[in-house]
């Protein structure tokens, strides 16, 4: 691969398998999102139809996740929250789950964050207090309860989460892969690591970085794309645009979605 890792985002679009991938999103609700990413996956699926089937994994998810389940390439989400904060309802994942279009596997933040562990420890399950006395197992019989050997107590077993490919939203990032996310990191450094592949879209391009928040042998590509989070804020590079949010709201499921969606698309680069 020329210049190390780095490659376009149609060709990081095209990465992804033409059915039944795990997607897993980086950032957290409208901060550092993969956006550009995102608008280049949608432009494939309307182009060929493909990806289809994803199951989108998210901490929270936000922008970059409903514009997906709008154009048709989820079939099931994990995450603890979707929605668009003071933006109100995630627009189509609110229609599509109200629909039954789309699944839903009831996470939380514990099941999400054990869950992850679980993978990282290369263990059939993360024990923990979290879900006793609730009803949420009724919703997820795949998580189960286990003895504690050594006090008797019953505790949560998370079953293990990993993905098939992680798409996150960097600051900066090296050819060889290296990445600097900043200060609020959501769960994207574990993310690198349970994923199966990982690709990083950057700010900015350096030569090589000093530091490094996910390390370049674990990512499989690297995309130069400026603003690449955008709308959604990239602090301290830019803000979250909340003109082009309300813009989003306004216009999902209408006729001037596919407008709005091909003018940010542009704003990203993409043809």
């Known amino acids: 691969m ?4 780095l ?37 494939r699926f309307l182009r060929e139809g493909a990806p289809r089937g994803l199951t989108l994994l998210a901490f929270t998810a936000g922008l970059e996740s409903d514009l997906l389940i709008g154009a048709g390439l989820v079939r099931r989400i994990r995450s603890c ?29 514990a099941s999400l964050a054990f869950g992850i562990r679980a993978r990282l420890a290369g263990v059939g399950f993360m024990p923990s ?42 600051l900066e990032a090296d050819p060889d892969g290296n990445a600097m996310i900043g200060g609020n990191r959501g769960v994207d450094p574990e993310l690198a690591l349970v ?8 700010d900015r391009i350096v030569p090589r970085l000093a530091k ?33 949010a309300l813009r989003y709201t306004e216009a999902a499921a209408t006729e001037a979605e596919a407008s709005l969606l091909s003018e940010w698309a542009r704003h990203h680069g993409l043809a």
């Open 2 to 5: 020329k210049d190390g890792k």
């Open 7 to 43: 490659i376009s985002l149609a060709e990081a679009a095209a990465l992804l398998p033409e059915e039944g991938a795990t997607l897993a999103l980086g950032g957290v609700t409208l901060y550092r999102r993969p956006m550009a990413f995102a608008l280049a996956l949608r432009q």
């Open 81 to 109: 929250y979707v929605g668009l904060e003071i933006f109100g309802l995630a627009p189509h994942f609110t229609a599509a789950a109200a629909s039954g279009r789309i699944e839903i596997v009831e996470e939380t933040e």
């Open 129 to 170: 207090h979290a879900w006793q006395g609730t009803d949420l197992f009724r919703l997820r019989p795949d998580v189960r309860t286990v003895t504690d050997p050594y006090s008797g107590e019953e505790l949560t077993a998370f079953p293990p989460i990993g993905c098939d490919f992680a798409v996150i939203h960097a």
């Open 195 to 202: 994923a199966e592949h990982v690709l990083v879209t950057a």
């Open 212 to 244: 490094a928040d996910i390390l370049g042998p674990t990512v499989q590509a690297v995309v130069d794309a400026p603003g690449g989070a955008w709308p959604t804020s990239c602090h301290p590079l830019y803000p979250l645009d909340g003109i082009a």
